[in-house]
């Protein structure tokens, strides 16, 4: 998602070229190039799959709803299972229209987090849930700390249930050391994302994440945390930013993967 | 700053008919008005000020900064102590540009403390830490969370230095509900302020506070959960949202004070 502007093909020969050797995948585009076309693409590049974005809007209150959620995110981890990755990432939803309560839309999350990870174990594929920032709690996620996420996630086997940590979600949080640290010590680090927080954030908030290095994360330490914590599975990049999008993709990508190498070292 | 688009005069005279006995008064249209002239206008109409926003802005890591920041706070002190006013609200600052160590700045907070909180009580004014949501983290106030607050103000006598509890800042926390408890408990509550949490933000994030029911604040549990903590001073609306203040603002403290009133009992 970070180089939207690029066909799949595209992503997967400019990764090639680049020796980036593993790619997260977002359903959309998927959808458009074909399952088994983008299964097949990445598979014969010789790319992992690292990671695939996203199921979870799991907050629905309405029965039909829910059960239509609960339909779309076992889809979702066929999907995953398909294109060979071992993690679906979950963004839990926001709050129903007319709720005000956070608690129990959680609630509802670990309801149906019952219901699919044993499913998604049946196929091989691991939930990862991902916290985000708490300016997305109202509207899209009402996790918005680790240590949420990590409650959520420790109901189940780790071989089911981990989480996301995201730079851009978790920077600001003091907890959110320690909870990673947790996550690590227990294998619930189920995927690693980077992106910087940069302001003035666009209206919206929803596309305005900063390239590696132009905001203010400190993303050496981040880096640093993860490896302590024990984490050694692959590194996203997740930057949506209109402004990234307008540009050249291949030229985005080249200067991403050049900002992160050192991060990895 | 509710009804920005008030003269102080009309402020006070719609607040007299419509029965608001406080009012919080920020520094700018104080200093535009006069300090002399607005303490004399609102003890004229036997109005209580309920705060003055704001001093703070305490991050800066260059000396002659440190020192100017220091200075003006002292006049917001010596202002609050003029217009009649018991509480200084404070915003922390936003991270000092290239630093990305949320820690530190912090403890530069806790260090100009030290130095205000004295001063401060010599005039009768106690501080008032605002915890403002972590999407402001960065840019405005790397205090985030009321328990980030009540660890700075448990350094100092509850007289001389407390928090302020505004639900659109902490409604997301789900340790905020025992913070506000924590902090009635030793009387560090110096200011309660109500705002609803509406979506989408505007560009910027910062004029997007919702009016009293729009949003997905249970502004009602809130204050349930402030009496429940020994709570009994004023309750402030504080609304920054560039469309109310494109309307009528006495029709808008008006509304207001409709929405607030059944929430105060």
Known sequence: MTVKQLSLPELADACVRLGVRGVGLWREPVAAYGLEASAKLFRGTG?????LCRGGFLTAIDPAERAAALADNR???DEAAALGTDTLVLVSG???PGSKDLVAARERVGDALSALAPYAASRGVRLAIEPLHPVFASDRCVVSTLDQALSLAERFPAS????VVDTYHVWWDEAAPAAVARAGASGRIHAFQL???VTPLPAGA???????????VDLAEWCGLLGSAGYAGPVEVELFNAG??????????EDTARRATPLLA
């Open 94 to 96: 926001g709050l129903p």
């Open 75 to 77: 889809a979702a981890i």
């Open 244 to 253: 990234l999008w307008a540009g050249d993709g291949v030229a985005l990508l």
């Open 195 to 197: 992106a910087d927080w």
């Open 160 to 163: 089911q249930v981990g989480v």
């Open 47 to 51: 790319l992992d799959v690292t990671s």
């Open 206 to 216: 929803l596309l305005g994440r900063g390239q590696l290095g132009e905001g203010c």
